[in-house]
Structures are given as structure tokens and as C-alpha cells.
């Protein structure tokens, strides 16, 4: 028995920080890039000031390693950081459907494929660095804590964007004036509301509302930051707790010993207070003044391009435009991610021409063979030349980006369309994928869906446990029918092997043998058709006895 892996299309986290701006025309001429720490930097901003915001996020990456050792900090996907001149150039990548981004001057997009942060880094504009801190705290979050409920993903983003070099020391935690002035005009909310907010509230979706909303998360967090001493680990409990899906108002009474009526009259408290405690770290390594380069014209449409495809699925047309020009000027990932468009638009044979282009092009992301095999996935047969060809596409993949987890994920799921029972291969890379990327509930399914190819039954039962146990019932439900059916098939392939083998003893004249197989098996819970011919045959063998 075989089974189609699940796959994962284009998932979409979008978080946003806010400001005003200017407006001018888009240029993609006079842009740099640097890679530094694991990070691709691509900056429209003058040198002096790109430098300057790359080595402020490479120190504050680092603190966020000594505030949180046991968290990840290598995310498992690229993550591009794209520093826009100002308002106006800026303004084309930020709108999202259905949601006010007038005000935004920074916002994290996570997708299956890649991370990215982006912001506005006109000098003019207040917060900027705020801002790029704030994102790069979604992006830790998102990989470390993905199931945070959004008031403590927000309240801890305000809370890290506080972060400043003073001297040669690091501080965070300071106050946000702005934010007091908000909750002393405005009011807290109440915190069953607080915790309520979802993408689609109008306390995230609007202006006046959203700012309400960021002050209080923030509040909040601080509060929780601030607790002394001891009671550290009970504010550790309360946040592992709520990672693990327990709800707010359950971790504070069951970590803290706190109903909602007793934190909101602590929050009201916490509001007054004269001074705020920060933290304020011991001198961290130096950053080495990051080496930029020229990037092309075409090379930043296409890196545009590709941000705009995959993290504004609404815009496929701007993307296409960006690429078309980078891929028609010879570089050729904008073909790859050309086709990923194609593809998703329900143009197969055009999506496999520009895959093709990419390739024999000569393409060297990592991003363009995943996209490219992903596809070959999703159109292959068990077995076929196609499935083949995948794989090598997405061993290209890892081995042009070892880090980037997906390629992974998918080259693993590709076993279950393999006419093999060598399995091994597909269940390593499967078990990494998850270790890297454990809020990705499809990549334990297909390793369980692997197993029980594999004969691993029990292994798959308790991987299904964990996914239910992680909140998705339907796939948990999905994956304890099929364990079911397995088990039911493997069970059934062994009573036809033992009724075969008693067959042959018999044929032997190994009489008694073969009656004691039977009588064993009649026993069992049989097919009909199988109790049919257990129950005669050991009627002729009680005659010829």
C-alpha cells in the first residue's frame, strides 16, 4: 500500500510594524548586497548607512542568543533582508489585501520558502532601526516558537525592538514612551479581549486600534520580563506552556497562580511605575564591518521579484513583470520562480518550460531547484521517471544550500512515490526536516506515512499521537486510519504467508505440523474468504490423520 505525501503550498505568516513616509519612483538601479551571519542583505539605502543597519541586526541577533540559548537561532529557511530607500519604493511590497499598511514602516513575511524581513531605511523616518528589530524578533519567534498566541508574538517583538549599543555595552527592555502615553489615554482593554486578537481583529487591523493593541502586548511582555528572581521560571513555564497551545488565561492561573482579574489589576499597577527595568548586556563580540557589492539591475529585479511572488501571492503581476525583465536579461532563477507563478496559476506546460529554462540556464539557488522539484513532485507518478528526476533536482538543492530545510522535507516525502522498499534514505531526511522545522505538522505525517511503508508500525502510531496531540485532529485522524490499514494488510500478508507455509507441510506429509499452523490461525480473526479455506483444509487434514 502506498500513499500521496502532503505537501505544503506557499504558507504565509505576515507580521508589520508601523510609520509613516514619503513617496517617490522606484529604481532598481544602485543597489548592494552583502551575506552576513547566515543573512542576504539587499540594500537601496547609501553604504555607509546599509553597513550600519547590518551590523546593528548582526549585534542584535547576537543578544538574542545570550538572552535565549535554547532557542533557534539558525533559521532553517534563506532570509533575505531588503532595506528600501524610502516611502515610495517600499510602499509596492508592503500592501497586502484586506489589511491598512499606510502606517507600516517594517514587516516579516515567513513563507515555506524563505523569510523576510523588510523595511523602510530612509533615515528621515523615525524608528527604522525599531523596526528592522522588531521583524528580525518575528523571524527568531517563527522558528522557535511558532504556535505563540499573536499578543505575546507582538508584545515580544516591541519589547526586543528596544534594543540599543550604549558604549560597549547592550541594553533592551527600555521603556516606550509612546506606548505608556497610548494605555494612559486610552485604557487597557480587557484581557480576555487581548487575548482574542487574531490577524483578522480591527484591534490588529487598524490604525488607532492596532496601536492600542501593540502597547498593551508590549506591556505585557515587559511585565513578565521584570518578574524577579525565582519567579523567572514560572514566567519560563507560562511561556512554554502558551508555545504548546495552552491558552493565556490556563498559563497564568496554572504557572503564575494568577486569575485575568488579578493580572489586569497587576498590569494597571505596572502602568504607574516611574521607571522600567531593562536588561543590559556584557560587551558581545565585534562585527566585522560587512563587504558590500554592486548588485545588477537585473539581479534585483529578480530578488524583488521572487519577495513579490511568493509573499504577495495577490500581486502575481507585478512579480511577473520583475521577472520576465531579470529572466529575459539572462538570469536565470527568475525562470524558476517564473514557473512557481505558472504552476500556481494552473499553467502546468508552461511552468515546466520555465522550469526547464532555469536549469538548463544554468540557475545556482538553492530556492530555484526546490521550486522545480516540488513541481516534478506534484505531477509524477509512483516509480516514473519524473519522481526520479525530483529527486535529483531537490539533492541539487541541499547541496547547494545544506540549511535550507524544505528541499529537505520534500526530497524525503519523494520516497513514498518510489517503487522501492528502500525507504532509509526518504526517513533521514524526513526525521532532520522535522528536527529543523517542528511546527510543520505534513513533515512527521509523511515520515509516519514512510514508516509504515517500511513495515515501522509502531513508530508511525505514536508520530500520529504527537500530530493530534499538536492540535491538528484531522490529519492525526487521517494518519491513525491508514496506520490502521497497514497494520490490517501486513496482518492479512501474514496469515496467507502461514496458511502457504502450512500447505507446503502438508505436501510434505508434516501432517501434525501443519494442523497446529492452522488450528493457530483459526484462532485469529480471519478474511472470509481466508477462514473459508482454513476450515477445510483442516477438515482433510482431520481425515487423512
Same mark, same amino acid.
Given at each position: 500500500?502506498?500513499?500521496?505525501?502532503?505537501?505544503?503550498?506557499?504558507?504565509?505568516?505576515?507580521?508589520?510594524?508601523?510609520?509613516?513616509?514619503?513617496?517617490? #519612483?522606484?529604481?532598481?538601479?544602485?543597489?548592494?548586497?552583502?551575506?552576513?551571519?547566515?543573512?542576504?542583505?539587499?540594500?537601496?539605502?547609501?553604504?555607509?548607512?546599509?553597513?550600519?543597519?547590518?551590523?546593528?541586526?548582526?549585534?542584535?541577533?547576537?543578544?538574542?542568543?545570550?538572552?535565549?540559548?535554547?532557542?533557534? /537561532?539558525?533559521?532553517?529557511? #534563506?532570509?533575505?533582508?531588503?532595506?528600501?530607500?524610502?516611502?515610495?519604493?517600499?510602499?509596492?511590497?508592503?500592501?497586502?489585501?484586506?489589511?491598512?499598511?499606510?502606517?507600516?514602516?517594517?514587516?516579516?513575511?515567513?513563507?515555506?520558502?524563505?523569510?523576510?524581513?523588510?523595511?523602510?531605511?530612509?533615515?528621515?523616518?523615525?524608528?527604522?532601526?525599531?523596526?528592522?528589530?522588531?521583524?528580525?524578533?518575528?523571524?527568531?519567534?517563527? /522558528?522557535?516558537?511558532?504556535?505563540?498566541?499573536?499578543?505575546?508574538?507582538?508584545?515580544?517583538?516591541?519589547?526586543?525592538?528596544?534594543?540599543?549599543?550604549?558604549?560597549?555595552?547592550?541594553?533592551?527592555?527600555?521603556?516606550?514612551? /509612546?506606548?505608556?502615553?497610548?494605555?494612559?489615554?486610552?485604557?487597557?482593554?480587557?484581557?480576555?479581549?487581548?487575548?482574542?486578537?487574531?490577524?483578522?481583529?480591527?484591534?490588529?487591523?487598524?490604525?488607532?486600534?492596532?496601536?492600542?493593541?501593540?502597547?498593551?502586548?508590549? %506591556?505585557?511582555?515587559?511585565?513578565?520580563?521584570?518578574?524577579?528572581?525565582?519567579?523567572?521560571?514560572?514566567?519560563?513555564?507560562?511561556?512554554?506552556?502558551?508555545?504548546?497551545?495552552?491558552?493565556?488565561?490556563?498559563?497564568?492561573?496554572?504557572? %503564575?497562580?494568577?486569575?485575568?482579574? *488579578?493580572?489586569?489589576?497587576?498590569?494597571?499597577?505596572?502602568?504607574?511605575?516611574?521607571?522600567?527595568?531593562?536588561?543590559?548586556?556584557?560587551?558581545?563580540?565585534?562585527?566585522?564591518? #560587512?563587504?558590500?557589492?554592486?548588485?545588477?539591475?537585473?539581479?534585483?529585479?529578480?530578488?524583488?521579484?521572487?519577495?513579490?511572488?511568493?509573499?504577495?501571492?495577490?500581486?502575481?503581476?507585478?512579480?511577473?513583470?520583475?521577472?520576465?525583465?531579470?529572466?529575459?536579461?539572462?538570469?536565470?532563477?527568475?525562470?524558476?520562480?517564473?514557473?512557481?507563478?505558472?504552476?500556481?496559476?494552473?499553467?502546468?506546460?508552461?511552468?515546466?518550460?520555465?522550469?526547464?529554462?532555469?536549469?538548463?540556464?544554468?540557475?545556482?539557488?538553492?530556492?530555484?531547484?526546490? %521550486?522545480?522539484?516540488?513541481?516534478?513532485?506534484?505531477?509524477?507518478?509512483?516509480?516514473?521517471?519524473?519522481?526520479?528526476?525530483?529527486?535529483?533536482?531537490?539533492?541539487?538543492?541541499?547541496?547547494?544550500?545544506?540549511?535550507?530545510?524544505?528541499?529537505?522535507?520534500?526530497?524525503?516525502?519523494?520516497?513514498?512515490?518510489?517503487?522501492?522498499? *528502500?525507504?532509509?534514505?526518504?526517513?533521514?531526511?524526513?526525521?532532520?526536516?522535522?528536527?529543523?522545522?517542528?511546527?510543520?505538522?505534513?513533515?512527521?505525517?509523511?515520515?509516519?506515512?514512510?514508516?509504515?511503508?517500511?513495515?515501522?508500525?509502531?513508530?508511525?502510531?505514536?508520530?500520529?499521537?504527537?500530530?493530534?496531540?499538536?492540535?491538528?485532529?484531522?490529519?492525526?485522524?487521517?494518519?491513525?486510519?491508514?496506520?490502521?490499514?497497514?497494520?490490517?494488510?501486513?496482518?492479512?500478508?501474514? *496469515?496467507?504467508?502461514?496458511?502457504?507455509?502450512?500447505?507446503?507441510?502438508?505436501?510434505?506429509?508434516?501432517?501434525?505440523?501443519?494442523?497446529?499452523?492452522?488450528?493457530?490461525?483459526?484462532?485469529?480473526?480471519?478474511?472470509?474468504?481466508?477462514?473459508?479455506?482454513?476450515?477445510?483444509?483442516?477438515?482433510?487434514?482431520?481425515?487423512?490423520?
Amino acid at each position: 500500500m502506498r500513499w500521496a505525501p502532503v505537501w505544503v503550498l506557499g504558507a504565509l505568516l505576515w507580521f508589520g510594524l508601523g510609520a509613516p513616509g514619503l513617496a517617490r #519612483p522606484e529604481s532598481f538601479e544602485g543597489w548592494t548586497e552583502a551575506e552576513v551571519a547566515g543573512l542576504r542583505f539587499l540594500s537601496q539605502t547609501e553604504p555607509e548607512r546599509t553597513r550600519e543597519l547590518i551590523s546593528s541586526l548582526i549585534r542584535f541577533r547576537e543578544a538574542l542568543r545570550v538572552l535565549a540559548p535554547d532557542a533557534v /537561532h539558525d533559521a532553517p529557511v #534563506p532570509t533575505d533582508v531588503i532595506v528600501f530607500a524610502n516611502e515610495a519604493a517600499y510602499r509596492p511590497y508592503k500592501q497586502v489585501a484586506g489589511r491598512n499598511t499606510d502606517h507600516l514602516v517594517g514587516h516579516f513575511t515567513a513563507t515555506t520558502f524563505g523569510d523576510w524581513i523588510a523595511v523602510n531605511g530612509d533615515s528621515s523616518v523615525a524608528g527604522e532601526f525599531r523596526a528592522i528589530y522588531h521583524e528580525a524578533t518575528h523571524a527568531f519567534i517563527a /522558528h522557535s516558537f511558532p504556535n505563540v498566541p499573536l499578543w505575546l508574538n507582538e508584545g515580544l517583538a516591541e519589547y526586543y525592538s528596544t534594543f540599543r549599543v550604549v558604549g560597549s555595552r547592550e541594553e533592551v527592555g527600555h521603556a516606550i514612551e /509612546h506606548h505608556l502615553r497610548a494605555l494612559e489615554s486610552e485604557g487597557l482593554m480587557p484581557l480576555r479581549t487581548l487575548f482574542g486578537v487574531d490577524a483578522t481583529s480591527p484591534y490588529y487591523q487598524e490604525g488607532e486600534r492596532s496601536g492600542r493593541f501593540y502597547a498593551q502586548s508590549w %506591556l505585557l511582555v515587559h511585565y513578565l520580563m521584570s518578574v524577579p528572581g525565582d519567579d523567572q521560571r514560572a514566567v519560563e513555564r507560562f511561556l512554554a506552556a502558551v508555545a504548546d497551545g495552552v491558552s493565556s488565561e490556563d498559563a497564568f492561573r496554572s504557572s %503564575l497562580g494568577m486569575s485575568i482579574s *488579578q493580572v489586569e489589576r497587576t498590569l494597571r499597577n505596572y502602568t504607574q511605575r516611574k521607571e522600567f527595568d531593562y536588561w543590559s548586556l556584557a560587551e558581545l563580540p565585534a562585527v566585522k564591518d #560587512p563587504v558590500l557589492r554592486p548588485a545588477s539591475v537585473n539581479w534585483v529585479r529578480y530578488r524583488l521579484g521572487t519577495f513579490l511572488a511568493l509573499s504577495r501571492p495577490d500581486n502575481a503581476s507585478a512579480a511577473r513583470f520583475r521577472l520576465k525583465s531579470a529572466a529575459d536579461g539572462g538570469v536565470a532563477d527568475a525562470w524558476a520562480t517564473l514557473g512557481y507563478l505558472s504552476e500556481n496559476a494552473g499553467q502546468p506546460d508552461e511552468a515546466e518550460d520555465f522550469f526547464n529554462r532555469a536549469a538548463s540556464g544554468g540557475a545556482h539557488e538553492s530556492l530555484s531547484y526546490t %521550486l522545480y522539484g516540488r513541481f516534478l513532485l506534484t505531477t509524477a507518478e509512483p516509480g516514473s521517471e519524473r519522481a526520479i528526476w525530483a529527486r535529483e533536482m531537490l539533492e541539487q538543492a541541499i547541496a547547494l544550500d545544506p540549511a535550507f530545510v524544505e528541499p529537505r522535507a520534500l526530497l524525503g516525502s519523494s520516497y513514498l512515490l518510489a517503487m522501492t522498499s *528502500q525507504t532509509e534514505a526518504g526517513i533521514r531526511q524526513l526525521r532532520e526536516a522535522w528536527r529543523r522545522l517542528p511546527g510543520r505538522l505534513d513533515i512527521p505525517f509523511n515520515l509516519a506515512m514512510l514508516l509504515i511503508q517500511s513495515g515501522h508500525t509502531e513508530e508511525a502510531d505514536r508520530i500520529i499521537d504527537q500530530i493530534a496531540a499538536l492540535g491538528d485532529k484531522e490529519l492525526g485522524a487521517k494518519g491513525r486510519r491508514l496506520v490502521e490499514e497497514a497494520r490490517a494488510q501486513r496482518t492479512a500478508q501474514d *496469515q496467507t504467508a502461514r496458511f502457504n507455509q502450512a500447505v507446503d507441510l502438508a505436501n510434505r506429509r508434516q501432517l501434525e505440523e501443519a494442523r497446529n499452523i492452522l488450528l493457530e490461525l483459526q484462532s485469529e480473526r480471519l478474511s472470509k474468504e481466508l477462514k473459508d479455506v482454513v476450515d477445510g483444509m483442516l477438515d482433510r487434514l482431520r481425515t487423512a490423520m
